[in-house]
């Protein structure tokens, strides 16, 4: 039926082929913030999958129209969340692959990406992506990969391993309350992404060429989890990207920048505890 997928990759499987492991997974997640697309949760909705469909099924051999593949910890670890922001799906585009496609590492240098952008007050755009990250898939390896440009370093790896994200993927279909939710979505594997070369700043346009000046300028790499960490927490996040972006900063300030910080991760975790009380 998929001629072009090799046989590993007709083994990744899901392990949620049940609706009592769809709904033990769900309880297990819902006390948290990191549930699919969280405030669009009521969009979707999760069909158990066949034991033997594999990820890159699509609808061609699926009767109950269109549906989409979720990785669990690209919405669990990662944070990422519907709809998918404009930038997002730009990139899918671009490099010809769909959510599921892309490995979950991968997707947290997008969301850093997108929160630094948003922080700098920038619009993450694709074109600015791929100035700093280039596509890629070594060898046989199931999912595409974005390294970072060497010489234009910006943000660290998410995690050194990510191994047991495999074979635990969601599969979605929208409700009728919002059958728009995967509007402009690559839904399905393809056979062939696209490996696009490097971005020139001399080819790019003025909007785009001045956003990576900016970012450039900043001389820093910044820790992808730890942005993604302090997303939703604008007093820590301002402090974190304070403390690098601090070379005008005066000693005192750089002082204060680090203290409100670690008070932001300090009352975090109180949070987390209390919540693991209740």
């Known amino acids: 039926m998929y001629p072009w997928a090799f046989d590993t990759l007709l083994g990744e499987t899901s392990i949620y082929t049940s609706s009592e492991e769809i709904v033990r997974y769900m309880k297990s997640e819902r006390p948290k913030k990191c549930i699919l697309g969280r405030e669009n949760d009521r969009g979707l909705r999760v069909v158990p999958c066949r034991e033997d469909e594999p990820v890159c099924y699509d609808e061609s051999s699926d009767s109950d129209g269109l549906f989409c593949y979720f990785y669990n910890m ?86 050194q391993s990510y191994k047991n994200f495999k074979g635990k993927f969601l599969k979605n279909r929208c409700n009728k309350s919002d059958p728009t939710l995967f509007d402009g979505l690559p839904l399905y594997w393809t056979e062939k992404p696209r490996f696009q070369g490097l971005r020139c700043l001399d080819e790019m346009p003025q909007k785009e060429r001045e956003v990576c000046l900016s970012l450039s300028s900043l001389k820093v790499v910044f820790d992808t989890a730890t942005l993604i960490s302090q997303e939703f927490s604008p007093v820590g996040l301002k402090a974190y990207i304070g403390i690098f972006h601090s070379l005008a900063f005066t000693d005192i300030n750089l002082c204060a920048c680090l203290l409100i910080y670690l008070c932001s991760l300090a009352n975090s975790m109180l949070r987390k505890q209390e919540r693991l009380g209740n």
């Not at 519907?82 to 585009?93: D, G, H, Q, R, S």
């Open 74 to 159: 690209v919405f669990k670890k990662v944070l990422l969340r519907l709809p998918l922001y404009n930038f997002e799906k730009a990139l899918l585009i671009e490099i010809n692959v769909a959510l599921t496609q892309l490995h979950p590492n991968s997707w947290a240098f997008v969301r850093g990406f997108s929160i630094l952008c948003t922080h700098f007050d920038h619009l993450p755009l694709m074109e600015v992506f791929l100035y700093f990250f280039e596509a890629k898939r070594l060898g046989r390896q199931l999912w595409m990969s974005f390294n970072g440009v060497a010489g234009r370093a910006l943000l660290s790896l998410f995690q």
